[in-house]
């Protein structure tokens, strides 16, 4: 039999059905979008801990202070009074990480349990660069450039869609992409200088630049009676910015063989401007505060060919409180996180096994953000690092060295309460391997 003509009537009250539905959604979803990626970054929050294949080789432990090469200008800018020669570092890591989403559930009130299925290998495979140059000037100052990335994400979720949604009432049939696709890339532009006081302390302070941007997109479909299935667009978002933030630092030499590290990185908020589409409105901008990070790190040359390192961070997660969206004067927070503050714990040990040939082991411990209020947005957990790595002396002006790191995180089920999306409720682990390449020049 043909099928009824929709008339206008009926075709405006499907409109209003479907705002009403994308309204319930949108403010939760959007968030969720810019954040849910954070389990790709294999470390806590969304912070990346790759930014030198040496570090990468000995869990960072003794980063910010052992100055074997350009790289330790990403962790304190003091350690470059350390340096007589002009250095030069660039590398790549390639990120190979393994992000298992299982058992995705929702409670809408009044609807059912809508099931969304499973999703194996959400994350990316990511290549990260870096660049790092030490120019001494003189036995006193020296300065430094350096571009690196200290936070980072990219999930594809969109498999989930292809079973669509599994509900007793037909609520949002295939094909459904609610966590869909997330990539969010950080630049950091560093420009440091470090003042040698004495044989003992130096100090330094370097200006972070940091470029940021973000594309993410959400779709659904909504069943609408005499019409079908209808497509809708919950979010689409293209986004950049930039802002700044600074770095102090300390380096305190016992002597030759014994020194320690201390620094403070200031981050700032950061506000990605382009085109913000969610629930049928424009926005002119999102802001997403950064965390700050210190660290503190030793080294000891116990013999002339061992020597034993570690490091201590900090991360102020809990300034990461709100994501905002604004159209001047109008501004929502469109998600609260209850964060703590996260430590990174790790210790390494250096061996040269000939005059060329450096090996090194790390091992690392991680804390989670996540407090009391889990979020499937951010399924953090406790991560375990493990890493090895070598340097190879090609001659006497440069060298190559290589890394490993395998990061195993915890299993965890995340149960989070939304007072307009109900309950979702998700089991969620995560594992990568680091693989990173670094060419040092000295002149």
Same mark, same amino acid.
């Given at each position: 039999?043909?099928?009824?003509?929709?008339?206008? $009537?009926?075709?405006?009250?499907?409109?209003?059905?479907?705002?009403?539905?994308?309204? $319930?959604?949108? /403010?939760t979803l959007l968030a969720t979008a810019i954040t849910l990626a954070s389990t790709q970054a294999m470390s806590a929050g969304f912070q990346l801990n790759s930014q030198s294949a040496t570090?990468?080789?000995?869990?960072?432990?003794?980063?910010?202070?052992?100055?074997?090469?350009?790289?330790?200008?990403?962790?304190?800018?003091?350690?470059?009074?350390?340096?007589? $020669?002009?250095?030069?570092?660039?590398?790549?890591? !390639?990120?190979?990480?393994?992000?298992?989403?299982?058992?995705?559930?929702?409670?809408?009130?009044?609807?059912?349990?809508?099931?969304?299925?499973?999703?194996? =290998?959400?994350?990316? %495979? /990511?290549?990260?660069?870096?660049?790092?140059?030490?120019?001494?000037?003189?036995? $006193?100052?020296?300065?430094?450039?350096? &571009?690196?990335?200290?936070?980072?994400?990219?999930?594809?979720?969109?498999?989930?869609?292809?079973?669509?949604?599994?509900?007793?009432?037909?609520?949002?049939?295939?094909?459904?992409?609610?966590?869909?696709?997330?990539?969010v890339l950080t630049v950091n532009f560093n420009t440091s200088m470090s003042y040698r006081v004495n044989e003992e302390f130096s100090f330094g302070f370097g200006i972070d630049a940091i470029?940021? @941007?973000?594309?993410?997109?959400? /779709?659904?479909?909504?069943?609408?009676?005499?019409?079908?299935?209808?497509?809708?667009?919950?979010?689409?978002?293209?986004?950049?910015?930039?802002?700044?933030?600074?770095?102090?630092?300390?380096?305190? @030499?016992?002597? &030759?063989?014994?020194?320690?590290?201390?620094?403070?990185?200031?981050?700032?908020?950061?506000?990605?401007?382009?085109?913000?589409?969610?629930?049928?409105?424009?926005?002119?901008?999102?802001?997403?505060?950064?965390?700050?990070?210190?660290?503190?790190?030793?080294?000891?040359?116990?013999?002339?060919?061992?020597?034993?390192?570690?490091?201590?961070?900090?991360?102020?997660?809990?300034? !990461?409180?709100?994501?905002?969206?604004?159209?001047?004067?109008?501004?929502?927070?469109?998600?609260?996180?209850?964060?703590?503050? %996260?430590?990174?714990?790790?210790?390494?040990?250096?061996?040269?096994?000939?005059?060329?040939?450096?090996?090194?082991?790390?091992?690392?411990?991680?804390?989670?953000?996540?407090?009391?209020?889990?979020?499937?947005?951010?399924?953090?957990?406790?991560?375990?690092?493990? *890493? *090895?790595?070598?340097?190879?002396?090609?001659?006497?002006?440069?060298?190559?060295?290589? =890394?490993?790191?395998?990061?195993?995180? @915890?299993?965890?089920?995340?149960?989070?309460? %939304? &007072?307009?999306?109900? @309950?979702?409720?998700?089991?969620?682990?995560?594992?990568?391997?680091?693989? %990173?390449?670094?060419?040092?020049?000295?002149?």
């Open positions: 039999m043909p099928q009824k003509q929709s008339s206008a $009537k009926e075709v405006v009250t499907h409109t209003i059905e479907i705002s009403i539905i994308m309204n $319930k959604f949108n /403010k570090g990468i080789g000995r869990a960072m432990a003794g980063d910010a202070i052992i100055a074997d090469n350009a790289s330790v200008l990403s962790r304190n800018p003091a350690a470059m009074a350390l340096f007589d $020669k002009k250095a030069l570092s660039v590398g790549l890591t !390639f990120a190979d990480i393994d992000v298992n989403v299982d058992d995705v559930t929702k409670t809408v009130p009044g609807l059912g349990t809508v099931n969304f299925g499973d999703v194996h =290998g959400a994350a990316d %495979s /990511k290549i990260i660069p870096n660049f790092y140059y030490i120019n001494p000037i003189d036995d $006193k100052f020296a300065i430094g450039f350096a &571009a690196f990335s200290n936070y980072g994400t990219g999930t594809d979720l969109t498999p989930l869609a292809n079973a669509g949604v599994n509900t007793p009432v037909g609520f949002m049939p295939a094909p459904v992409d609610l966590l869909g696709n997330t990539e470029y940021a @941007e973000g594309t993410l997109t959400r /779709k659904g479909s909504v069943p609408v009676a005499n019409v079908g299935v209808v497509p809708v667009t919950l979010v689409d978002v293209d986004a950049d910015g930039w802002a700044f933030g600074a770095i102090l630092g300390m380096s305190y @030499e016992v002597n &030759a063989d014994h020194r320690f590290g201390l620094s403070y990185r200031f981050s700032p908020t950061l506000s990605a401007k382009g085109d913000i589409s969610f629930n049928r409105q424009d926005y002119a901008k999102i802001d997403i505060p950064m965390a700050d990070i210190a660290q503190f790190a030793g080294f000891h040359q116990l013999t002339d060919t061992f020597a034993v390192h570690y490091t201590a961070q900090w991360t102020s997660w809990s300034d !990461f409180d709100h994501i905002t969206v604004k159209n001047n004067p109008v501004q929502q927070h469109l998600k609260t996180y209850h964060w703590q503050d %996260s430590w990174f714990l790790s210790l390494g040990a250096t061996y040269n096994i000939s005059q060329d040939l450096t090996a090194r082991v790390g091992v690392a411990s991680d804390q989670g953000v996540v407090d009391q209020l889990s979020s499937l947005s951010i399924p953090d957990s406790d991560r375990h690092w493990y *890493t *090895t790595g070598l340097s190879y002396q090609l001659n006497e002006q440069s060298s190559v060295d290589l =890394g490993v790191a395998y990061v195993r995180g @915890e299993n965890v089920t995340v149960k989070e309460n %939304s &007072a307009i999306l109900g @309950e979702i409720t998700a089991h969620t682990r995560s594992n990568g391997t680091y693989y %990173s390449v670094q060419y040092n020049y000295s002149f």
